[in-house]
């Protein structure tokens, strides 16, 4: 299906743990970009992407990796989750600079 | 990165139009002018953007200050559906910081 999908939906891990979440858009856009939400902080960049193999820190990068071997995965690995990353991820895409951004569903992350 | 200012939320009725304001004083010549609407446990949905002039398409119309500080998006008939948060952002290059955003309610 065309679009930009988020796996997994939902995901509670422990404290410590490596956790990776997956971003996969189908309209070769590029670029792609991951947000998190926080009831009080609303939804801030993590890290975003103009290219393939270019990446860039957002607003509040740290204890995040990203990587973009491929056009359309943009992967968010969290190296050693803690509870503060408790949040609903969100990536979205867009064609170029000056167009509209398109996001997936999110992704509810639960850190216990 | 452009701030920008909203109010916290704001009512409407069914089937009358809604002006939703946003102050984005900090915004440079560059930044786009972006506004998002958010459903309850959905991702944020695109809306509208412009740079300069007003723009309209079929989900609203944006009305732009023509020093560029603030913006206005207009829903020309409230619906139900359209009760969500709206985002006004500035799109600097290469990427969206989102501000606080207004929820709006609509009464039937």
């Known amino acids: 299906d065309a679009g930009i999908t988020q796996s997994p939906r939902y995901k509670i891990t422990e404290t410590g743990r490596q956790v990776t979440l997956m971003c996969h858009q189908t309209?070769?856009?590029?670029?792609m970009f991951w947000y998190r939400q926080d009831l009080g902080h609303g939804l801030r960049l993590i890290y975003y992407?103009?290219?393939?193999?270019i990446t860039d820190k957002g607003e509040v990068p740290d204890g995040y990796v990203v990587s973009r071997s491929k056009t359309e995965n943009f992967p968010l690995t969290l190296e050693s989750a803690t509870r503060s990353q408790t949040s609903v991820y969100f990536c979205?895409?867009?064609?170029?600079w000056g167009y509209g951004y398109t996001f997936g569903s999110g992704t509810r992350l639960t850190v216990v | 990165d452009a701030k920008t200012t909203q109010p916290n939320s704001m009512e409407s009725n069914e089937e009358e139009p809604v002006h939703l304001p946003c102050n984005h004083s900090?915004?440079?010549?560059?930044?786009?002018i972006h506004w998002y609407r958010q459903l309850p446990s959905q991702g944020p949905e695109y809306v509208i953007h412009g740079l300069t002039s007003n723009v309209n398409n079929r989900m609203a119309s944006l009305a732009i200050a023509e020093d560029r500080k603030s913006s206005t998006l207009i829903l020309h008939r409230a619906t139900l559906r359209d009760a969500a948060v709206y985002y006004c952002?500035?799109?600097?290059?290469?990427?969206?910081?989102f501000g606080t955003g207004t929820r709006l309610l609509v009464s039937p």
């Open positions: 952002n500035g799109a600097g290059f290469q990427k969206l910081v």
């Open positions: 992407s103009a290219a393939a193999d």
């Open positions: 900090t915004i440079s010549g560059t930044d786009y």
């Open positions: 309209w070769s856009h590029s670029y």
């Open positions: 979205a895409s867009s064609e170029s």
